[in-house]
């Protein structure tokens, strides 16, 4: 299985292609001030105990950290995930 991250720019989303396939996106938008706020994020049902929606999160994240960008979350998935204390570092991220 062969999993690839897309930012879709011009549609203000990330998409999750497995096997070359869409199997989930994450909807953002971008405030004046460069902050990146994430709106929802989905994943095929089909493909939910993968794990792939955290991996799918991570991927992105680390995008944003690699690039000093800051983040707030109104997704309650990606909340939930920052929540949890395996992904402290990420809250860094958020403000």
Known sequence: ??????????????LLLVDGEQAGLIDYD?????????????V??????HGLASWFVQQVLD????SGTR???HCPYVQHWLADPT?????ALLG
């Open 30 to 42: 971008v405030t004046p001030t460069g902050v990146v706020d994430i709106l929802h994020t989905e």
């Open 63 to 66: 995008g944003f950290r690699a």
């Open 87 to 91: 992904h402290e570092e990420y809250r």
């Open 1 to 14: 299985m062969t999993r690839e991250v897309v930012n879709d720019g011009a549609q203000k989303r990330f």
């Open 71 to 73: 983040l707030v979350a």
């Open 44 to 49: 095929d049902p089909d493909k939910r105990e």
